[in-house]
């Protein structure tokens, strides 16, 4: 995956679009994609900001794991009880 741009060429980016600036002239200016610039333009009137967000990580697990545990139990009871009521031991 591709590194996000970096701070400076957004900061620039905007300062162009603040002037007045089109969005397409000012991609073509900084050799970017149109929608880097909307999107920019839309995250710093969302968040005030302008840093790019997280890439990757660790994802947290769903479960905890009480719960997990439960879950993992009643499945196999759950199996235990339909292989009985096949008559499968």
């Not at 302008?50 to 009871?77: C, E, M």
Request: aromatic share 6%.
């Amino acid at each position: 995956m591709t590194r996000p741009y970096s701070e400076d060429i957004r900061e620039r980016a905007l300062a162009r679009a603040d002037a007045g600036e089109t969005v397409r002239s000012i991609a073509e200016a900084l050799q970017i994609s149109p929608s880097c610039v909307t999107k920019w333009k839309n995250l710093r009137r969302d968040t005030g900001g302008l840093a790019p967000g997280q890439i990757g990580g660790h994802k947290k697990r769903v479960l905890s794991d009480a719960n997990a545990d439960w879950l993992v139990s009643a499945y196999f009871t759950a199996q235990a009880t339909r292989a009985a009521g096949r008559g499968v031991a």
